[in-house]
């Protein structure tokens, strides 16, 4: 009875140290900036009236220029077009050997007589190693962010997201990253390719993506067992 105590006692330490090893590992998250949307602020009213003039301070927008997001509400549309290709391969090879050889001569000194011998000793060293990796990711869409702050030196903060319901099950998509306002193509629209510090998430919810979900009892018997 003791015995089994201590089995049992070292298999609860054993589901104890996987729990805690899996708790302290977790899966690196995308880090998307929040808020994903922001509401643009009230213009200050002017403190003298200007009717009748020209220009007016609080809906200014140079005559020549298209109308682009340079402010806090404004949106723009994100065309992803994420393709990385990554490729590595790496071999390496070592050779060593030696060889002695030590031979000695029959010797007599008077009677006595020493017989020679030969010792030989031969050593070789061989290694060999290779190498192969491949990645292969693309992630092309669009997606309609907003601005939800400006840099001093001009540059946008955006953020969004989009969520889509199918029958049982959810997706969404969410982005944020800094936009330079001289890559805004007409139409507000901006490869994610200039976006800088871009953060991408695509994820869904729903009875598939839980049958590619591996099981915490199976995570925790892959911690512990050995082979």
Not at 44 to 61: E, F, L, N
Not at 86 to 105: C, I, L, Q, Y
Not at 187 to 207: C, F, H, I, K, P
Request: hydrophobic fraction near 40%; include cysteine.
């Amino acid at each position: 009875m003791h015995g089994w105590s201590v089995v049992r006692a070292l298999a609860i330490a054993a589901i104890i140290t996987a729990l805690a090893g899996c708790m302290s590992n977790p899966l690196r998250t995308v880090e998307v900036a929040q808020p994903l949307s922001a509401r643009p602020p009230v213009p200050p009213a002017p403190a003298v009236p200007s009717y009748g003039s020209i220009y007016r301070a609080a809906s200014y927008q140079p005559l020549f220029e298209d109308r682009r997001a340079r402010a806090i509400g404004d949106t723009l549309t994100i065309n992803i077009n994420e393709k990385i290709n990554a490729s590595k391969t790496a071999s390496s090879n070592a050779n060593r050997a030696g060889a002695m050889d030590f031979s000695m001569p029959d010797a007599q000194l008077g009677t006595w007589k020493i017989k020679g011998g030969n010792l030989t000793a031969e050593s070789k060293n061989d290694f060999a190693g290779k190498g192969d990796s491949a990645a292969n990711n693309v992630f092309t869409g669009s997606i309609s962010v907003t601005v939800i702050d400006v840099l001093p030196n001009g540059n946008l903060i955006v953020a969004g997201e989009k969520q889509i319901g199918i029958n049982q099950g959810s997706e969404f998509i969410r982005l944020s990253g800094v936009v330079n306002p001289i890559y805004i193509l007409p139409g507000n629209v901006v490869s994610s390719t200039q976006v800088a510090d871009a953060r991408l998430e695509y994820r869904g919810t729903g009875y598939i993506d839980e049958a590619q979900t591996m099981g915490w009892l199976s995570r925790i018997f892959m911690s512990v067992m050995p082979f």
